[in-house]
């Protein structure tokens, strides 16, 4: 079937709605929410037997509408309407949620229902419910609604004839996600921060300013008067980098923090410590928050080190704290350990907020790729143990390959990997890619892959070589099987043999080409996307942390845009 993504911005669900339906053979084009008059261009030219969107921001134009079958996708319980769905099952605590497919019609998500699936709700953030729970529910949702068009004659279900729960809501307002800290308890804090992480944020007033908070959890010990200050961890620009507030009955710690914009630009979401660095004169120092700590732990000879850093994004600092960890780990008595990111990203790559926080971007660009490098260095040349990337998470640009510098490469279900740096303003990369590539998927796969810069299932990734193996609907799941195949190996009566091997095929690369050399050419491009005439990444680099809205769709992601189109169809 010809399917349209009509969204907002190319988001993790509406990549993981285009690996989905191109796996199971669909034709899938994609364009970006711009204006009515270039979504009915797009209708034009792609004449989609099916429009879905999984992530827009306002109605699709009625002509569009009328004239196609349109599945909206709404992350909530039949019945319930609206704009802040999961905003609000957070801040009311809702036990059970769900996601809707509504058919798009005149009135914003009262369409007909083409499916729908309830979730048991996590105590977690916004996001990482929508990375996870809405994402598998939803993906159910779309593949039995495409399977209903592609059967054809079914009538969805009018929202009025069901037994709906749900309620139409109004937008959450900053008034509702206000904290009173003489008043809210550490669970309303936490639900309130919980309930706007990713977007918008809680504004809130932090030492004499308007600001918004994001990315909070439960202090345990510390105390103090209800919206005080009372620590602050890593104030030189750590990892956790965030500042302790106590409240009515306990404290949180907050790890990121946005100005209020002053213009137009929308400013850096930022460790808070390190954005407030100056105001925290006299504020004691504490060990912070655990939610992003590198974490390693040892069982039955088999070490895990997690490292699950805000957003997956890894600084310079998060670099070089997570090679000494991995040294220092791989220096212990575990024969096989297993580097587990983070449980909703691996990783995606260098910290683009903290670069473009820097006094000069380019030489803080630098700086975080040569200790990106130096990690994945530390880990290829491990040869004394057997290293596994599991990725319960997403990885992105240069986390996918970070990931391939292991031994063995295994992947949740669900994740979807981008393999590629080219969309953030033609950067070439560099953790040594040139060399973790082609070893897996060969050349002409490779460039493949670095030139179409789309998105990749786990499937298509086991498929092509990119990965071992993919398991585990969910985060539970995959990790008990990520521990049976570590045991496995752990106990394996041939690991010394596999190990003899691993140094030997290590020393055979190293003699055919050496890691240095594959390093000096990767980063000799890195230098003239940094230090060059071209300011494409740092353009590119500025509107994506800025949240710079798209002005068009890009040609990798609208097929129905590239040349020839309408010719091949
Ligand atoms: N540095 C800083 N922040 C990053 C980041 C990075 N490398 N990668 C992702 N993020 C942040 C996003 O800004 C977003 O922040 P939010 O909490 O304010 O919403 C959050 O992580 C989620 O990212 P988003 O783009 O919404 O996730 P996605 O799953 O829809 O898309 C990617 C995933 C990997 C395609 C996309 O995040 C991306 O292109 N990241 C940049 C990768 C990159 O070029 N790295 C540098 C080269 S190594």
């Known amino acids: 079937m010809r ?17 989905e339906l191109a796996g199971r053979g669909h034709e899938v084009s994609v364009e970006l929410d711009i204006n009515d ?25 009625e002509r569009v509408w009328r004239d196609r079958v349109c599945l909206v996708v709404h992350p909530g319980i039949v019945g319930d309407r609206g704009p802040s769905a999961l905003d609000w099952a957070i801040l009311d605590g809702e036990e059970e949620w769900g996601v809707t497919l509504l058919q798009a019609n005149a009135e914003m998500d009262a369409g007909d229902v083409w499916a729908s699936r309830r979730f048991t709700m996590r105590s977690a953030t916004k996001s990482s419910l929508y990375r996870n729970e809405v994402t598998e529910a939803a993906v159910d949702a779309l593949i039995e609604a495409v399977g209903k068009q592609a059967g054809g004659g079914f009538r969805p279900a009018p929202l009025s004839s069901l037994p709906a729960r749900g309620r139409p809501r109004p937008p959450m307002r900053q008034v509702d996600r206000r904290i009173d800290w003489a008043r809210d308890s550490t669970e309303m804090v936490l639900r309130k921060i919980r309930a706007s992480d990713g977007s918008p944020g809680v504004i809130d007033n932090v030492l004499g300013e308007e600001m918004y908070l994001f990315d909070a959890e439960e202090e345990r010990e510390l105390r103090g008067r209800p919206g005080e200050i009372i620590a602050a961890n890593e104030v030189g620009g750590g990892i956790g980098g965030g500042i302790c507030r106590a409240t009515d009955d306990g404290a949180v710690w907050i790890s ?14 930022l460790p808070a410590a390190m954005l407030l660095r100056e105001r925290l004169n006299g504020i004691p120092e504490a060990r912070g928050s655990r939610l992003h700590e590198i974490r390693y732990e040892e069982r039955d000879g088999i070490g895990y080190l997690h490292f699950p850093f805000y957003n997956g994004a890894m600084s310079t600092t998060h670099c070089v704290k997570l090679r000494s960890a991995f040294l220092q780990a791989s220096a212990g008595g575990a024969r096989v350990l297993v580097l587990m990111g983070g449980p909703d990203f691996w990783s995606n790559g ?74 953030m303003g033609n950067l070439y990369g560099s953790e040594y890619w040139t060399y973790l590539l082609p070893r897996r998927v060969g050349e002409a796969m490779a460039m493949e892959l670095t030139e179409l810069r789309l998105p990749i299932g786990a499937a298509a990734a086991k498929t092509m070589g990119l990965i071992d193996d993919h398991f585990g609907r969910d985060v539970p799941e995959f990790r008990r099987r990520v521990e049976e195949i570590a045991t496995g190996l752990a106990h394996d009566p041939d690991l010394d043999r596999t190990l003899r091997e691993k140094a030997m095929r290590r020393q055979a690369d ?32 500025y509107n994506f942390v800025h949240r710079v809205p798209h002005s068009r769709t890009p040609f990798h992601l609208a097929k129905h845009r590239l040349p020839g189109w309408g010719r091949r169809s």
């Not at 399917?3 to 690996?19: A, D, E, P, Y």
Request: net charge neutral; glycine share 6%; proline share 4%.
């Open 3 to 19: 399917i349209l993504l009509l969204t907002h911005t190319f988001n993790s669900l509406c990549q993981r709605f285009f690996v």
């Open 37 to 61: 008059r270039v979504s009915e261009e797009a209708v034009r030219l792609f004449d989609p037997e099916l429009i879905v969107a999984p992530y827009l921001k306002r109605a699709i134009p």
């Open 256 to 269: 990121q923090i946005r100005m209020k914009a002053a213009g137009d630009e929308l400013p850096l979401k």
């Open 350 to 423: 260098i910290d683009l907020n903290v670069i473009e926080a820097a006094g000069s971007a380019a030489e803080e660009s630098w700086r975080n790729i040569e200790a990106m490098n130096d990690l994945a260095r530390a880990i290829i040349t491990a040869t004394g143990l057997v290293t596994i990337s599991a990725l319960q998470g997403n990885a992105g640009a240069g986390g996918v390959f970070l990931a391939l510098a292991a031994d063995r490469v295994y992947a949740r279900s669900g994740v979807v990997l981008n393999p590629h740096y080219k969309a």
């Open 510 to 541: 190293e003699l055919r080409k050496p890691l240095e050399a594959y390093r000096v050419d990767e980063m000799k491009h890195m230098r003239l996307n940094f230090f060059g005439l071209d300011p494409s990444y740092h353009v590119a680099r």
